[in-house]
């Protein structure tokens, strides 16, 4: 069983940068493909950007160039930095943790869920 943490979320305006962490127990952290998603209020849940257990990224297009996704596997911690935020990146972030093997985008295929942390931009 792996328990995530998300933490810092807040309020801030647009233009300014947040950067959220996520935690996991265990001693396997490294071996996960770990994964943001938000879910905006009254919208689907929206895959923001994995990073491999090797280190590979990748983006969701309303977020390239703008977040970015990285891992600390001896802290066991997973990092997005945000950066140009918008009112539209108003969402509950969560991180995820996947056991199988290949990245995947897709919310059903990760095992693992943090309790989300809430991000307000305001304009």
């Known amino acids: 069983q792996v328990q995530l943490v998300e933490s810092g979320g807040g309020l801030v305006q647009a233009g300014d940068s947040l950067r959220l962490s996520c935690a996991a127990s265990?001693?396997?952290?490294?071996?996960?493909?770990m994964a943001w998603f938000r879910q905006a209020s009254g919208k689907q849940r929206e895959w923001v950007a994995v990073?491999?257990?090797?280190?590979?990224?990748n983006y969701g297009a309303s977020v390239k160039g703008r977040f970015t996704i990285s891992r600390d596997n001896a802290k066991n911690t997973m990092y997005l930095q945000m950066n140009s935020l918008k009112p539209e990146d108003t969402a509950v972030y969560y991180c995820a943790a996947r056991t199988g093997s290949g990245v995947s985008f897709r919310g059903d295929q990760y095992d693992f869920w943090g309790q989300g942390t809430q991000v307000t931009v305001s304009s």
């Open positions: 990073i491999s257990s090797g280190g590979w990224t």
């Open positions: 265990g001693r396997t952290f490294g071996s996960y493909h």
